[in-house]
C-alpha cells in the first residue's frame, strides 16, 4: 500500500483523486492546490508517489516536478492533466514525471499509471 500527495487546484478533483486511490488500497498522506503547496508538503511527508496535475497556481506542475525531483531525485510522479499537446507531456515527462494521464481519468486507466510509478 502506497502513500500519496494528491496536487490539483479543483478541490473536486483532489477528492475524485482520493477515493480512486483508496479505493485501490492506498492512502492519501496531503493534499496541495498549487505546484508551491505541493513541493512543501513533499518535505514534510515524503509520500512514496504524488499525482500532480500541470495548469495551477503560485508554480504549474512543470516547474513544481522540477523542483521537487531537484531536492529529491527518487520521487515518484504521475501527472493527471487536461493538456494533451505532445510538447507539454514530453517536457514533463523529460523533467522527472514518470508517466502523463489525460483527464479525464478513470479507476482503471489510474491503476495502470500507479502500477508504472512502482515499476
Do not use: Q, W
Amino acid at each position: 500500500m502506497a502513500g500519496f500527495l494528491i496536487v490539483d487546484d479543483s478541490f473536486l478533483m483532489r477528492k475524485t483523486l482520493k477515493l480512486i486511490i483508496e479505493k485501490l488500497g492506498h492512502h492519501v498522506v496531503g493534499e496541495a492546490s498549487d505546484g508551491l503547496d505541493a513541493y512543501e508538503k513533499y518535505g514534510l511527508t515524503t509520500p512514496d508517489g504524488v499525482i500532480m496535475d500541470i495548469e495551477m497556481p503560485k508554480m504549474n506542475g512543470i516547474e513544481s516536478i522540477k523542483k521537487i525531483i531537484s531536492d529529491f531525485k527518487d520521487a515518484r510522479i504521475l501527472v493527471v492533466s487536461t493538456h494533451n499537446e505532445k510538447n507539454l507531456i514530453v517536457e514533463a515527462l523529460k523533467n522527472g514525471a514518470k508517466y502523463y494521464l489525460i483527464k479525464p481519468i478513470t479507476e482503471e486507466s489510474l491503476k495502470k499509471g500507479i502500477e508504472i510509478l512502482f515499476k
